[in-house]
């Protein structure tokens, strides 16, 4: 089943992508930047750290700090991975329909990658350092300042400006104290361990969204016919019994 889905959809979109259909082209530019700004949102930064590290690596905090490194590293590539699949899957639209060029393809991924990684990082700052009402407020504040700031820096690229390259760089620059921050930040294990254990449902979540369970068949505890029934046959003896069953079973279950 999935190997003939991915050549069908790798059809359509190779025919997108040569000839756009009309209805592409009713899709403004806003209406992606949108999409790509929840996308960047709801990314999130992982260190792979479970509740057992507790008992072992914790005792070692060289051992610790590696690999929380290793898997920060691995999240911020995966992240990369991850949006780049989303570009080059809006593709069709934005080379034939707004007539994008390599370069503006390449700042499109860069401002989105940068977005994400640096919106991980702040929103994980605001959650180990606020709670309750702040927290809201100060999210709130982050996602509509970002959305905005995102909004703009895609209408710049598409006119063809060095403002997004600017804001790429300075993303950039901006990541990097960030993660020095999170990395050097106390008390945060169990927090982590929550953060990946989260991740990890949702992961499991999606895998078994097709998984459905079957419902079980009502079955009688009494039967239909000769629910109250005495003998059938007169006398006793193995054979009387076992006609008298065989009756029985016969009406009962056809």
């Given at each position: 089943?999935?190997?003939?889905?991915?050549?069908?959809?790798?059809?359509?979109?190779?025919?997108?992508?040569?000839?756009?259909?009309?209805?592409?082209?009713?899709?403004?530019?806003?209406?992606?930047?949108?999409?790509?700004?929840?996308?960047?949102?709801?990314?999130?930064?992982?260190?792979?750290?479970?509740?057992?590290?507790?008992?072992?690596?914790?005792?070692?905090?060289?051992?610790?700090?590696n690999m929380r490194h290793l898997g920060y590293r691995y999240s911020v590539v995966l992240q990369g991975i991850t949006t780049l699949l989303a570009t080059l899957l809006f593709l069709p639209l934005l080379?034939?329909?707004?007539?994008?060029?390599?370069?503006?393809?390449?700042?499109?991924?860069?401002?989105?990658?940068?977005?994400?990684?640096?919106?991980?990082?702040?929103?994980?700052?605001?959650?180990?350092?606020?709670?309750?009402?702040?927290?809201?407020?100060?999210?709130?504040?982050?996602?509509?300042?970002?959305?905005?700031?995102?909004?703009?820096?895609?209408?710049?690229?598409?006119?063809?400006?060095?403002?997004?390259?600017?804001?790429?760089?300075l993303g950039l620059l901006t990541f990097i104290p960030l993660t020095r921050t999170r990395l050097r930040e106390k008390g945060t294990f169990f927090a982590d361990v929550a953060r990946e254990r989260d991740a990890r449902m949702r992961i499991v979540s999606l895998m078994l969204i097709r998984v459905m369970e079957r419902k079980r068949k009502p079955t009688r505890r009494r039967p239909l016919l000769f629910s109250k029934s005495q003998k059938l046959l007169k006398g006793k003896g193995a054979g009387n019994g076992i006609a008298e069953l065989l009756v029985k079973s016969y009406f009962r279950n056809g």
């Open positions: 089943f999935v190997i003939p889905l991915l050549i069908v959809a790798g059809y359509h979109y190779y025919a997108w992508y040569m000839t756009p259909p009309a209805w592409l082209s009713g899709i403004p530019m806003p209406l992606v930047a949108t999409l790509f700004y929840i996308f960047t949102w709801m990314g999130t930064l992982r260190y792979f750290v479970e509740e057992g590290d507790q008992l072992f690596l914790r005792q070692n905090e060289s051992w610790f700090r080379v034939p329909v707004y007539s994008f060029s390599v370069a503006q393809v390449m700042c499109f991924w860069l401002l989105s990658y940068v977005m994400k990684l640096n919106m991980g990082l702040i929103r994980q700052l605001l959650a180990l350092r606020f709670q309750g009402f702040m927290l809201w407020t100060l999210r709130t504040v982050v996602f509509a300042g970002g959305f905005f700031l995102f909004k703009l820096l895609v209408t710049d690229i598409a006119e063809q400006s060095f403002i997004s390259w600017a804001a790429v760089a």
